[in-house]
């Protein structure tokens, strides 16, 4: 009893102390270098290495009590997936294709790896937007593309993550802000020239989803994120200090309809999307780029605590994002705890919920292969530990049954 009470108290100063950041914000620069509304259950699309005798995936939906494999276990519900980093392919190559038919490159098609200054500068019309791709990237974009996983892209749009660069004139560090019409054209080349080339170098590669925007609102709602340069001051974006409106954010996934494969679903990503406040920002803005036919789905990013957000406040936001009849995607589930038995039944919960929710939910990725490798690995969040060992968390997912659903 006083564990649990002890570990309550822990998860609440855990989420406390992270919600300003947790969500992500980091000054570091690493330039180193269901799918639409109409398109329905039951998924049969798993093309990996997917033991059939596990699912047959005419019949109706089904879990397999006894299964070793993730993703086999829910294929008939949604992908499974993780995000990963270049190095994990050395590492983890054979545990990622045992369990996962989703990949989400973890950092390495975010705006600083990609996007290339000196290129972009040198090209010298003030608007074409260079992007290459590195080594890590290309590993990533290659091994999906042998492997026949599914890509899920992240992302374009984000206060983070994004060199101040590409917001001033000629891609100069010391050149003033642009106007949002020269924005506007940077965009649409950034976005143009990314799928250009991943269709050029990666043409058997399948990419199933992009988060268009992430992360555009304040933590816990109440609109935009301030005007500001986030390598200076955290949390702001250099997006609504170019723009008065919302006018990016439109034209963004005006651009990656046009320029996307056809099968890419388009999403809106952001974290803390249970905050009642911050579902509505998300909702209302997912809806205005519905009417516009622009969006495919909403991503609930899912960073938990075992503390919080409780099952019924995270069904709650659930419920209005289906509620839009856009597709939804668990898109970086994590669960961070100092009680491993509480955290299974909080996986468990969400796994369940989704698989009982299969037809408006077409993807959950979990933010990592395992804890040594996760961004909050000081608070073991994922389903498998050190050395890839099968926590009680992910236990408890596999124990899950037809019954549990709903
Ligand atoms: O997991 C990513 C970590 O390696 C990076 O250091 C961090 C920096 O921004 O970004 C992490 O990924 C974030 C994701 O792109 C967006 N949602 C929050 C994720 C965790 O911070």
């Known amino acids: 009893m006083k564990k649990r009470i002890l570990s309550c108290v822990m998860a609440v100063f855990v989420y406390f102390s992270l919600m300003p950041f947790t969500v992500t914000e980091s000054t570091e620069n690493k330039t180193d270098n269901k799918i639409s509304s109409q398109t329905k259950k039951p998924q049969v699309t798993d093309t990996q290495n997917n033991d059939s005798s596990v699912i047959d995936s005419s019949s109706e939906l089904n879990i397999p009590e006894f299964s070793d494999s993730l993703k086999d276990k829910f294929s008939s519900f949604f992908k499974t997936g ?37 290129a972009s500068e040198l090209y010298g019309n003030n608007v074409n937007t260079q992007v290459v791709f590195n080594n890590n990237t290309r590993k990533i974009l290659k091994f999906c593309e042998d ?17 101040d660069w590409f917001f001033k004139e000629n891609f100069r560090y010391d050149g003033a802000d642009v106007t949002p019409d020269i924005m506007n054209q940077r965009l649409e080349n950034f976005i143009k020239n990314t799928f250009e080339l991943l269709a050029k170098d990666y043409p058997n590669l399948k990419i199933y989803a992009y988060d268009v925007c992430n992360e555009l609102y304040e933590n816990n709602g109440g609109g935009f994120r301030k005007p500001g340069s986030n390598n200076l001051e955290m949390g702001k974006s250099y997006w609504t200090k170019i723009y008065p409106d919302d006018s990016f954010v439109i034209n963004a996934f005006t651009y990656a309809r046009k320029y996307a494969p056809p099968e890419c679903k388009l999403f809106l990503n952001d974290f803390n999307e249970y905050v009642p406040a911050k579902t509505k920002d998300i909702y209302d803005m997912a809806m205005k780029l519905k009417d516009l036919g622009l969006i495919d789905g909403i991503g609930m990013q899912s960073h938990l605590d075992t503390g919080y957000p409780d099952i019924s406040t995270y069904k709650t936001a ?89």
Not at 147 to 155: A, D, K, Q
Not at 318 to 341: A, H, N, P, R, Y
Request: glycine share 4%; with cysteine.
């Open 147 to 163: 492997n026949n996983i599914p890509l899920r892209g992240h992302t374009f749009v984000w206060h983070s993550q994004t060199p």
């Open 318 to 406: 659930l419920e209005k994002f289906m509620s839009s009849g856009l597709d939804v995607q668990i898109t970086e589930l994590d669960i961070t705890c100092s009680d491993f038995s509480l955290q299974a039944k909080a996986f468990k919960d969400i796994f369940t919920l989704a698989a009982g929710n299969s037809e408006n939910i077409s993807s959950l990725t979990v933010w990592g292969t395992h804890d040594t490798v996760s961004w909050r690995n000081y608070a073991n969040p994922l389903l498998f530990g050190e050395n890839y060992s099968e926590k009680e968390a992910y236990k408890e997912v596999m124990s899950i049954k037809n019954t549990d659903l709903k």
């Open 82 to 118: 993780t995000c990963i980093s270049a190095s994990g392919i050395d590492t983890s190559a054979e545990f990622i294709l045992k369990h996962f038919n989703s990949i989400t490159p973890e950092n390495e098609l975010k705006p600083d790896y990609i996007l290339n200054q000196q």
